[in-house]
């Protein structure tokens, strides 16, 4: 299992592929993390739990965002002619993911933590919320168009 060199991956997808265990662990590690991260949004304790127009938009914009992204993923791959599309994509995305997390955490968290630190009446600022959504989702942009960047790199060189 490869969980960080992106040229190492895309050599083995475009030479042998995956075996049907590294794909099943790729795809249970999405799965599972995917699963911490929702869970996470109802164990964190709030204090305001009312849902703003803006948490309706931001949802709205992933969710465009994540379908459109992995149709593209599916287009550059070939489309219905494409060969390992879950191979493909769910190893990528497991690489691609690691290296935006490290980055996340890197530039955002320190942000994010003077803002959960700062005094409660500077907790009340709704564009600062937008702005932590607008960065969120222009992350989730990036994230996408990296992805098909580099399915589209493997698909385009392996042999019919």
Request: charged share 15%; glycine share 6%; no cysteine.
């Amino acid at each position: 299992m490869i969980f960080w060199n992106i040229k190492l991956l895309k050599q083995r997808l475009m030479g042998e592929g995956l075996s049907q265990k590294h794909l099943f662990v790729y795809i249970f590690i999405n799965i599972i993390l995917y699963d911490f991260v929702l869970a996470g949004n109802y164990i964190l304790p709030s204090e305001d739990l009312n849902i703003k127009i803006y948490d309706h938009v931001a949802s709205i914009a992933s969710f465009i965002t994540i379908s459109l992204g992995t149709y593209f993923i599916y287009r550059v791959n070939g489309g219905s002619e494409g060969k390992q599309f879950a191979e493909r994509f769910f190893s990528i995305y497991f690489v691609v993911g690691m290296r935006f997390l490290v980055l996340f955490i890197l530039i955002l968290m320190p942000f994010f933590f003077g803002f959960w630190v700062a005094e409660e009446d500077a907790l009340i600022s709704t564009w600062f919320e937008v702005i932590i959504l607008a960065i969120v989702q222009g992350w989730l942009v990036i994230f996408y168009w990296r992805m098909i960047v580099h399915v589209k790199e493997v698909a385009s060189s392996t042999p019919a």
